[in-house]
């Protein structure tokens, strides 16, 4: 397709277990970040990839949070023995060369993630 | 740092009438900014953006915005709300972190657009 994809669009966990949540980026972006969007509330930052290389996690709240985007391409975001208030939707976005700060991100519709 | 202040989380208006959302912003560099709408469900699309130039900035969907330096404010207006304008609006500000390549968005809290038959 021609816009970020992401997968699941909903996701249904109880405390404690382990969720995964997919971005497929615009085909050929360079950039891609992560930002977690409580209810009500804007999105905040959590992480940025340039290509493969994760160059910023400060937004990841714990250690319970894991990026990756091995072959600079798809990301995964791996949330750990899940908590109550990790329950929000998780947007990913995707621009392209990080030299141009002028090109907007493009945004996918998220994942909504509930914990019980 | 960089922050965003949204004034007024509710904004309703009737159709027909002047949309105006505020927004202020903070950064310690010439910031990037941006709005973006929000549909139930559904990720975020860019309105319009800010980087240099003109500071009267044209969007999509007949949204305009003003950079005011001296304000450090980018307000948005559209002089007809029509239906279809209801939705979430976000404001954002971007700033490369020095010598960085990161352009991670700060964003408001967000206004809640509704509109009135």
Redesign the interface.
Known sequence: GAG?SQSPRYKVAKRGQDVALRCDPISGHV?L?W?QQAL??????LT?F?NEAQ??KS?LPSDRFFAERPEGSVSTLKIQRTQQEDSAVY?C?S?GH??Q??Q???????T?LSIL | AQSVTQLGSHVSVSEGALVLLRCNYSSSVPPYLFWYVQYPNQGLQLLLKYTTGATLVKGINGFEAEFKKSETSFHLTKPSAHMSDAAEYFCAVSERESGGSNYKLTFGKGTLLTVNP
């Open positions: 970020v950039s970040f930002y009500g509330q804007g999105p905040e930052f940025y340039q160059l910023d937004g947007l976005a621009s990080p030299g700060g002028t907007p991100q493009h945004f996918g519709d998220g909504r």
